[in-house]
């Protein structure tokens, strides 16, 4: 069962904001409002799943019981059609994007 202070979460956590503030200062955009955005990675519990928000806005779903990644439908809403790998496959991913995109 995966809790809120799993590691390997808040390594995700750690990897969207490292990667998504690479990406707005390779693209020319890493203004003070993009990169506050960029950093504020919020990790929310909730009973099946773990919510990972980004800026203002929810990203990724973690399913508690596997570690699987999800994409949003809506908020709250989980996207089994956007599998994102599991927690133990996030270092061959790249978060830094609209969408995680895996690595070449």
């Known amino acids: ?10 390594s995700l956590a ?14 020319d955009l890493a203004c003070e409002t ?4 960029a950093k ?12 990972v928000d980004q800026g203002n806005s929810g990203k ?8 699987e990644i999800f994409g949003i439908k809506a908020y ?6 956007h599998s994102y790998g599991t927690l133990d496959t996030i270092t061959q991913w790249n978060w830094g994007g609209y969408r995680a995109v895996p690595k070449s």
């Open 76 to 81: 709250g809403v989980i996207h089994r059609g």
């Open 14 to 27: 750690k990897m969207m904001a490292d990667q998504s503030i690479e990406r707005l200062q390779a693209d």
């Open 60 to 67: 990724y779903m973690v399913v508690k019981a596997t570690g």
């Open 1 to 10: 069962m995966i809790t809120i202070t799993d590691p390997k979460l808040l």
């Open 40 to 51: 504020n990675v919020v990790i929310k519990n909730g009973k099946k799943y773990i919510k």
């Open 34 to 37: 993009n990169v506050n955005a």
